[in-house]
């Protein structure tokens, strides 16, 4: 479970993220929807760990700047981010080692999955945006993290892994583990959401409930540019 | 956490073997360069001393050592402070900040990366042999001590400032870290103060000699004291001036120095990450800028740029180039159009003839420092100018698009890069004039000289870059500056077998710039050539 309560996190006086609280349970996948610039990669570095904010900020009970929390955690970043000299297998070689993870062939079956199999002997510098970005989400899942987050996971991927990632967000769903998705492009969610909170200027402007059986009088769609256009 | 780190760090080094041979040429250079003074001290078969031999002046080494170590100190301390903890990659970022390590831990990455960056200064350092056993006259010891203090100190300096870059990361320690930057520019003036004061009640700061003023900084206690560098210095100092207590101060201050700063780093509740994933983001886009053929400096002058009150001239077509290079240009200078890399470069050659000048023997004629100028110039000149706008212009796809000649594209780029090399000729000019001794026509004519010999750096780059990129970008980078100098040799012959028939120096230059003109006249219509037909 993800815990996300009173956090603010400023960059001299412009406030990225104002007073932001939220909660991602077990086996629900949660997007942050928002224009560019309304804070969302702020919150999901915040959670990776990487910046100081006020408020708390828990991954299963655990502040997210210790090493359990950490050791929970799946964290696939917005621009896939690769050691230039590491192959594909030795970057999930070195995350095994990393995150102590016993089962060696966790990583062939990530790499399968991804049809990384025939790029393992490649180097990061070697590979294409979307290869990278493919390495990126395996690196993240290989220890399994109760908790994963993606920051804009769709920008670079071709077809075929958009499909392999929308099926990886619902398994972890069926899984039971917590989701956390960022993203600006409303068409590719679609309906494997379970929350949606609309981000603006650093706030949480809306939170949207997908419950099946049930209507809303308003789309999703509608309530984004309602909320970022003033119109529907 | 340490065995999943050495796994990455071992797999990477293996990737590159050349590295290794890399570090043993290295090594082989450096100890014939620790070597190089007692070569020169050898004496002749006849058992006359070298004429190449320069005595030794314990004074002079003592002052040189505790400039040096202290210059390296504050060298270090600043940038440490300026940039906090560095050394990351975004991977870094991603795989250890947000994975499974603790923040001191990742503390080891940042280690590494500033011992590399010591180790080059210190390499570097060892290269200025020549220079500093010619000017001092030190023995082989002499040079083995101040490079391996340069080294203590150095880490000493980046490891001080960088716990407190780190220390008040934090947009709102702003101000802290500027009382830091205060109390170590405080520092430096009651160090500087000190020795004037010292030099001043000795009667040895004037008439200004570099070797009777490091005489005196050598007895200066205000250098002695100097937090780090000062203190390393100390332990030599006192071995040489035969005085055991100095040493074993040295030996104290510097180990307390040492243990001081493990203690602070392993105690401390460092959080130093936002500061390092925006060094890391930075680093990783000067990668980017690099790959595109733009040198680190100008890159890193880029970076630095700010939108003022300058404005987009006019220009249609293709002086539309020459409008925004003008921009970019005023854009990137805090004084007029002056690229600031022209300046500081120009500072260095100042400092290093002055050096020469002043710390050489007295009989020689200055006028033979003209070769050394000239070298350090165009050196210099051809990082700013092989890697200038108009070479990376062309490495982009948009001006390929603009619906003009690409003569009139290339010669609207040149255009814009005029100013700057007039500027930079005139500055040169001064230079030689009033350091190296050459008279009005000849510096005159050394100027203009200079801008021509920049025009050659920038089309024989151009050329190279845009006619060979099969080489790969890393390959082409050194091919580019040994195609440069090759080119600027070339226009260099007649320079010297003109100045060698009339015996004159002037028609000399003369002779070169011609060469040069007429190198530009065939070199010029080949690149305009060459940018067309290339493929990106």
Known sequence: ?232 | MLSSYLYRVRRAALKHPWKFILLLLFLGVFVIMMAYPTLMAMPNSDGTMSSSFVPRDVDVVRGGIYLILVVMFNFMFYTGLKNGVVGFSTADVVYHMAGPFTPRFNLIIAASGTLQLCMVFTFLLSTQTALIYNAVGVNSIDLIVMVIGSFISSILGYFTGSYFGAKFSDDEDEGKRKIVMVVGIALDAIAVGGFIATALAKNALFPFSAKGLLATLGNCWFFKAFPGGGWVAMIYDGIISGNSLISIAGIFLTAAALIGLILLYSKSELYYYEEAIAYAQKAHDLAEQKRAGVDADTAAMTKRAKVGKEKLGGGDGASALTAIHFLMNKRGSKFFFVNPLCITYRLITAVYLLFMLKGGSTNENPRMLIVSAFMMMILLNAVVYAGGKTVTEFTKHYIYLIPETSKAKLFACIKADLPEMAFDSVLCGLLVHFLVGLDVAESAAFGCMMIVFDMLCEMAALLIMRSLPMLGRYLLMGVRYIGVMFIISLAMIPVIAVTTITGMLFFGIIAGAIAGVVMLAILLPVAAVVVDKAEM
């Open chain 1, 1 to 232: 479970m993800l815990t996300v309560n009173g956090v603010t996190k400023k960059y001299k006086k412009f406030v990225a993220n104002d007073n932001l609280s939220f909660t991602i349970n077990d086996g629900e996948v949660g997007i942050l929807l928002g224009p560019n610039g309304a804070g969302k990669s702020t919150i999901i570095k915040s959670i990776a760990g990487l910046l100081k904010y006020t408020g708390t900020i828990e991954i299963d009970g655990f502040d997210t700047h210790s090493l359990e929390a950490k050791r929970k955690l799946g964290y696939i970043p917005e621009i896939p981010a690769l050691y230039d000299t590491l192959t594909v297998d030795e970057h999930l070689e070195f995350i095994r080692r990393a995150y102590k993870v016993e089962d060696v062939s966790v990583k062939d079956r990530l790499l399968d999955r991804f049809e990384l199999t025939d790029k393992k002997k490649k180097m990061g510098k070697e590979l294409s945006k979307g290869m990278q970005q493919k390495v990126s989400i395996c690196c993240a899942l290989m220890h399994d993290p109760s908790v994963v987050i993606f920051d804009e996971p769709m920008v670079g991927l071709d077809p075929h892994a958009i499909k392999e990632l929308k099926n990886v967000f619902q398994e972890l769903r069926d899984a039971g583990k917590t989701v956390l998705i960022s993203t600006h492009m409303i068409d590719t969610i679609e309906d494997y959401w379970d929350v949606v909170h609309i981000m603006m200027n650093g706030k949480i402007a809306a939170t949207k409930h997908n419950v099946p059986g049930t209507s809303d009088d308003k789309s999703l769609e509608e309530l984004f540019f309602e909320i970022t256009e003033g119109k529907a």
